[in-house]
T-cell receptor, first 110, second 114 residues
Framework: GQQLNQSPQSMFIQEGEDVSMNCTSS?????WLWYKQEPGEGPVLLIA?????ELTSNGRLTAQFGITRKDSFLNISASIPSDVGIYFC??????????FGTGTRLTIIP | SAVISQKPSRDICQRGTSLTIQCQVD?????MFWYRQQPGQSLTLIAT?????????ESGFVIDKFPISRPNLTFSTLTVSNMSPEDSSIYLC???????????FGPGTRLTVT
């Protein structure tokens, strides 16, 4: 089946720094979704992307649907303590199920 | 977005027993999804539950181990049967979102099997 690899696996950054993470696949997707999961909670949808090359923002978050349709990127500007959590990408193609990435764990150092 | 609740939020169970997890949505939805998230891992789809029909299970998951009920358009249950420590996971239900292929998730049920 399709697999989504996220990089980096974990990040330790200082408050105020920008964050970049990506998600890559061996197969193409028609939809890319980015979720954030905090401890003890379910994933929360941050951004949805539906078109190759699409760039979408949600506050300090910006995500892009890669031109090849095999990758997506998430950037967080000026990180704050509440950005801590695990970020998951998810992709969808055709009639197949939603496939989730391996996750990027973000830790903010005060 | 839909408001989704799950019960229980967490439980510690003995091996060999079964636990039924409830998922309640504040609006009617055609499909409900059940996921498993093993410790430190990503989300894996267990099955899709449609009202009025049998659930559709993903490869590696069987009805005898994870029976699902879907009595109406706002409610579903997942039972984890004959549990072993390997079943220790977070179990999440989700529903379709407003956008194409989007899903909204419940808070999860954290299960520990001893």
């Amino acid at each position: 089946g399709q697999q989504l690899n996220q990089s980096p696996q974990s990040m330790f950054i200082q408050e105020g720094e920008d964050v970049s993470m990506n998600c890559t696949s061996s197969s193409i997707f028609n939809t890319w979704l980015w979720y954030k999961q905090e401890p003890g909670e379910g994933p929360v949808l941050l951004i949805a992307l539906y078109k190759a090359g699409e760039l979408t923002s949600n506050g300090r978050l910006t995500a892009q649907f890669g031109i090849t349709r095999k990758d997506s990127f998430l950037n967080i500007s000026a990180s704050i303590p509440s950005d801590v959590g695990i970020y998951f990408c998810a992709g969808h193609f055709g009639n197949e199920k939603l496939t989730f990435g391996t996750g990027t764990r973000l830790t903010i150092i005060p | 977005s839909a408001v989704i609740s799950q019960k229980p939020s967490r439980d510690i169970c003995q091996r060999g027993t079964s636990l039924t997890i409830q998922c309640q949505v504040d609006s009617q939805v055609t499909m409900m999804f059940w996921y498993r998230q093993q410790p430190g891992q990503s989300l894996t789809l267990i099955a899709t539950a449609n009202q009025g029909s049998e659930a559709t299970y993903e490869s590696g998951f069987v009805i005898d181990k994870f029976p699902i009920s879907r009595p109406n358009l706002t409610f579903s249950t997942l039972t984890v049967s004959n549990m072993s420590p390997e079943d220790s996971s977070i179990y999440l239900c989700s529903v379709p979102g407003t956008g194409l292929y989007e899903q909204y998730f419940g808070p999860g049920t954290r299960l520990t099997v001893t």
